[in-house]
Structure formats: C-alpha cells, structure tokens
C-alpha cells in the first residue's frame, strides 16, 4: 500500500514560479519510478514531468525548459519545481509512483491532488 501527498499549490501571477511536493509513505521501492499529472477542467489528464530513481527525466513539451522534477530517494519525496508559469498551466497536479519493484508492476498510485492556479 503507497499514500501519496502533494502539496505546493497556489495561486500566482503569470511568469511566477511553485514548487510542488509529494511525500510518499507504505511500501516503496528505490526502483518505482514517481512523477507529476495534471488534469485541466474538460482535459484528460496528462503527464508532466517523471523521474525513475537513476535520474532519468521526461517531460511533456509544453514544459520542458520551464519545469524541473527532482527526488530524493532518501526521504521517499518528489518536487516539481515550475518556472515561468503560463494560465495554460492551470490544472489540479497529481503525484505519481508507478510500480517496479514489487507484484504489483505495471500499477500505478495517485496522490488527492493540488491545484495551481495561474492568472493572466
């Protein structure tokens, strides 16, 4: 069992900057990989930014140069770290971890979720 926990969100001008977090907690495994999905009203939800524990990085395009995802294996938790902010970017941010490391590989667990708010 994974519980994951976001916080970060906010309000904030366009251009502005939010660094998300996610603490993870239960069962993990330093090979899970963890990452960042956001989901605008009336959009499917998307991935943002993921992380595998060797520090593979991969981001949706629309971030890339803006976005940084960074974890600490150590302490179980995952940033997102967003500069530049654009109104496009609003959206409830969802943390990820994706099993590797277990029975259960393929499956994925989700945090509740935080929303950013990017006003124009």
């Known amino acids: 069992q994974v519980q994951l926990v976001e916080s970060g969100g906010g309000l904030v001008q366009a251009g502005g900057s939010l660094r998300l977090s996610c603490a993870a907690s239960?069962?993990?495994?330093?090979?899970?990989?963890m990452g960042w999905y956001r989901q605008a009203p009336g959009k499917q939800r998307e991935a943002v930014a993921r992380?595998?524990?060797?520090?593979?990085?991969n981001y949706e395009d629309s971030v890339k140069g803006r976005f940084t995802i960074s974890r600490d294996n150590a302490k179980d938790t995952v940033y997102l770290q967003m500069n530049s902010l654009k109104p496009e970017d609003t959206a409830v941010y969802y943390c990820?971890?994706?099993?590797?490391?277990?029975?259960?590989?393929?499956?994925?667990?989700w945090g509740k979720g935080t929303l950013v708010t990017v006003s124009s």
């Open positions: 239960g069962r993990i495994f330093s090979i899970d990989t």
């Open positions: 992380i595998t524990t060797g520090g593979s990085t």
């Open positions: 990820n971890l994706h099993r590797v490391g277990s029975f259960e590989y393929g499956r994925d667990y």
